[in-house]
């Protein structure tokens, strides 16, 4: 089965979809009261290229400011946290509020939730002003009343469990990649590991966490936690934390002690255990992500592109789904194309969109997600319930979805 909608099954569908919700295929957008459509969107591959920085880059992006300015909705839902959703909102903001004078422009028209469902977020201005139409001034992020946060993890008790369950499948990765021999060089390819640069990097450095020591154990069996010292309290770790921590205060490894093992990860792109913070990075950031204050909305392991993680993955929920009793809010992982995301069972992408349905904000729309299969997966289910009223599209990446919102622009505004 095609993993992709093909372009006539989605004409077809979206023909259905607008002879059932509408008499005519123009419809006047009522410029009070909520959107009356809403495209709901994975972020990254579907509506930007993970590679890129800024959403005007993104072939999308004039057809989401037209959908914008006639007054419809956006719900970006993605698995991302903290620099970046933000800094892409902030980006859609300025620009419509920069591009149109007399912009009737509301606020409400743009929601983001973060770590896959785990948090949903809406803009206010200097008022705390939510419902309105944009008269300047300086906004903030908040949480949407009502909705129930499920953060991966808040006290210090959360977060050991968690950087646990990582280091974990991190090891386990590295232990099943190496076998058979030569794998590592099928699997670690430059789009796996953000570019040949890198590639080779990761490569070396399971290869030497996989070589015989002198007592014939490999290295990664002495990668520990308790080398950071977690029994300790907060305070002592932080004064150690700059040992293990790089420029965003990210942790690059667990207790890795061997010089050579330290210089390739410290020549990664990025850390192992990538901690997302909840929330805008200016407003809820927390330097010390032990703080109290500092709640991850998701953990990612990086590194372990797909090929392989899918395993690693299924062992690790099949072992949690045996000794875990409170199923609802459970550790649970699921395979991205370069990572594992660690989350709470409860963060799925159709919560906030099915929260935002029950509370009557969104009744129609389009659905959009290029990872039917993994993290988008919640999404594609929700839009087979609700094949009418708010349909999902599996795309390829942001270009291909960039033809499907032309479409829907042009035969839902009219705009030619
Ligand atoms: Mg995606």
Redesign the pocket.
Known sequence: MARYIKDAQFYNKLASHLSKNMSTSTINVPRSGNPQFWIVA?????LIS?RTRNIPESPCFPWLTKWLQEGHGLLVN??DDGRRPFRIWKQLHDHLVQSSQNSLYRLDQILFSTGEGAALWRMEDQQQRHHCVYEGGEIRFVAYPGYERSMVAKCWQEKREVLEFGKQMWVDFVKSSIVPPNSLNNVITPESSYGEEYRQIVIDLYTQLMAPTEDNSPLIDSVTLDDLSLDRRESSFTNHKAQFFDKENQMIVNGVTKEKIRKLVSQLHGPILWMNQSGDVDQHWRDDPFEPEAEWTNMFVMNCPRQLNTMVVERSNAKLKNTNSDRGNCLIASD??RSICIRRALSTKDRPVRFLMKHQLINRGFMF???PD???KQLKELGDEYQEELPFYAVQNAEHTSTFLKTIIEEILGCR
Not at 42 to 46: G, Q, V
């Open positions: 994975d972020m990254d591959e579907t993970k993605t698995s991205a194309p997600g290029d990872n993994g993290n988008d």
